[in-house]
Structure formats: C-alpha cells, structure tokens
C-alpha cells in the first residue's frame, strides 16, 4: 500500500492484509442516491452519472439505509480496503493497469482484475478514515482503520482534468467531513449477508421519511476482493461513456491536509502571473516572497505544461486566473488553488505544439522560458 513516487503523505509503501470483501463496481450514481433523497442534484445530473454534492455523513447515512432496505450490510470501504480494490490485484504500479500512462482516460474506465470500474470518473471518494498525514509510518498490518480520531476524513481517486499524475491508485486527499463538493463522490463495500446491528450502523432519522425502498430497483452492482489476487490484469473490458464532469475548477480543491507548519515558518505567497513574448519565445514571470517550492512537468494531448508552487499562499487579485497568450506556440496560462492545504498553486501553460521549458528562480519569484 502506498507509494514512494508521490507525494510524502502517499508513502511509505507498507504491508497490509484485507479478508475478502466486495465493492460497488462503480461509484454510487444519482438514480440509485435519489431513491434515498428524492431531487438531490449533482453537478452532472444524468441518472447514471456518479453522484456528487454529498457530505461524507450524508454518504454513510445512504449506506445504513441501504442496507437496512436490502437486508445487506453495506458501508463506506476503509482506505486499505479502497486501495486494494482499485488496484486490481496489481501491486506496486501507478495504475490498475500498469504503469503506462498514455490513453489513461479509456483505460481507467476499464474493469479491472476484480471487475472494478477504478479512478477514471474525475472525481475524489469518501473513505471510511480518519486521515493523518503520516498514518502510513504507523498503519497496523492487519485490516488498517486509519487513526482513531481526526478533523478531516480520508478521500481517494482524483484524476483533475484527465491528468493521470492525480489520478494513480495511491493518490490521496482529504476533507472536512460536512464538505459538500462537486469533486467528491463515493462507492460501498458489502460487509456481510447479515442485516446490520442498531449500535454499529444505526439508522437514520431521515429514513423514517415517505421514500422509495432500495428493493425497488437492483442494489448496486459489487465485485469480489479476494484475498488471491490475479497475477497480472486482464485485457481491459469497454466500459460504457461516461457522463463527463466539467473541466471547470474550484478555487480549493479538497487535498492532503499535513501537520501545520511551525509559527516561525517563513511565509510564501505568488503574488503576481504575467507573461512576456514574441512569436520565437515567451517568458512566464512569476513574482512572489518567501521560499517556493516549484515542481513541473510536461503532458500531451493536448500539449501543456504544469508547474506546482507548493508551500505558498494565492495572492494575487485573482484567485482563479487565465492569460490569453497566442505567442510563440503558447495559447494561453491558467492559474489556481490546486489544493488549500498543504497548499499548492498549480500553473498550466496550454500550448499548440511541445515546447521546451525552464524554470530559472529569482529572489523574487521565477520565470519560465519556453521554447520549440
């Protein structure tokens, strides 16, 4: 479990044991969420779409109805248990399928080798966890509930915007627990045949409410998690469309929440974005105080190029930006709150073709040079 590539709260990489269990084979959709709250609106609202917009209480109220409806008990999987299903059996690789990262969209949307529909959905899963940023340094072996208490709870998936760099079986975030976000969805796991305990999972008032029972339609679909894995993933099984999420971004996004830095840390903000050119080069200044952390890297299809300012704070007048650019093969630069805390701030440079890129740090700030 986990990951020494990523990021420090996505590792160390551990051991860990599950029993077999079984999981939605995709998120819960809005059809089968709406059974449970009638005109519950998500921010794609097709019926078969996976359901957004619901807190993490909200989504284990939906569990004990559901199981209460069809005799099941169904729950929010644990973090060790998400992982290991998504994974497919295949440890130790970036993706259900591998490591290859081209063509991820289709791919991620494929079945994997426990017939479970993985991280292609553009979309952040609640967990059942408590989330600490250093809770894999200490995670028990044997079936892992993550910590004991917290003030934000676990979430898995990610994929913004198609970027298979945030969309990787370890990838790791995490939110308030009364966070409603069109980012956010969830699937089950299946505990047992056996109707659920009252202390353990109690029912909801709101079930008490005139509401269709679950019975009325197919529970949702699960897939077997064994505790004998498949060697290698089979051929991936076409998945149906799915209905695409909108590219549109918030201005925070749900992330890994680490230990605070210390008072006497020094402060780090960007504080201004402008670009420079000519149809041969472009420069991207960055203007800023503090220490920047500053991570890239380049994506194609189509062609842009991604820089993480981590460690700093978005003041600029705008906190969600765009600069219209046509110059030198760059089409445009976007800005944003990647993620509010730790913070990042993540640059796109959007481009007609592959373009070089460097990054040369200044006292106050950096600029990057690009050209064919």
Do not use: C
Not at 290 to 308: C, E
């Amino acid at each position: 479990m986990g990951s020494s590539k990523g990021h420090s709260w996505e590792g160390p990489v551990h051991t860990v044991h599950t029993e077999s269990f079984q999981i939605t084979v995709s998120p819960i959709t809005n059809s089968q969420y709406r059974e449970f709250r009638p005109g519950h609106k998500s921010a794609v609202d097709a019926e078969d779409a996976p359901v957004t917009g619901v807190n993490w209480q909200e989504a284990r109220d939906y569990a004990a109805w559901l199981s209460v409806g069809t005799n099941r008990r169904f729950a929010l999987p644990t973090e060790a248990r998400w992982e290991r299903a998504v994974r497919g059996g295949l440890d130790q690789h970036d993706y259900p399928w591998g490591d290859d990262r081209s063509g991820t969209r289709g791919r991620e949307l494929a079945k994997n080798g426990f017939g479970v529909r993985a991280v292609g959905y553009n979309l952040w899963e609640w967990t059942s966890d408590w989330y600490a940023a250093d809770y894999f340094s200490s995670s028990p072996k044997e079936d892992p509930q993550g910590p004991p208490e917290g003030s934000f709870r676990v979430l898995r998936g990610g994929g913004y915007r198609d970027d298979p760099a945030s969309a990787t079986t370890y990838t790791r975030g995490s939110a308030r627990p009364d966070t409603r976000s069109e980012h956010i969805t969830f699937r089950l796991m299946e505990i047992s045949a056996e109707p659920p305990a009252v202390s353990e999972t109690p029912r909801p008032p709101a079930v008490t409410e005139a509401r269709p029972q679950p019975a009325a339609s197919p529970p949702p679909q699960v897939a077997a998690v064994t505790t004998a894995p498949p060697a290698t993933a089979p051929a991936p099984t076409p998945a149906p469309a799915p209905t695409p999420v909108p590219e549109k971004r918030p201005q925070a996004t749900p992330r890994p929440t680490p230990a605070p830095p210390a008072a006497t840390a020094s402060p780090a903000a960007v504080t201004a974005i402008d670009v420079e050119g000519s149809d041969t080069d472009v420069t991207v200044r960055v203007q800023g105080t503090g220490t920047l952390g500053v991570k890239s890297f380049a994506l194609s299809n189509p062609n842009r190029i991604v820089i993480d300012v981590s460690g700093a704070q978005m003041k600029t007048p705008r906190k969600i930006g765009e600069i219209p650019v046509a110059l030198g093969g760059v089409n445009k630069v976007r800005y944003a709150l990647f993620q509010p805390d730790p913070p990042v701030i993540r640059i796109v440079i959007d481009s007609d073709r592959p373009l070089k890129h460097l990054i040369e740090t200044r006292s106050d700030g950096f600029v990057v040079q690009l050209n064919p």
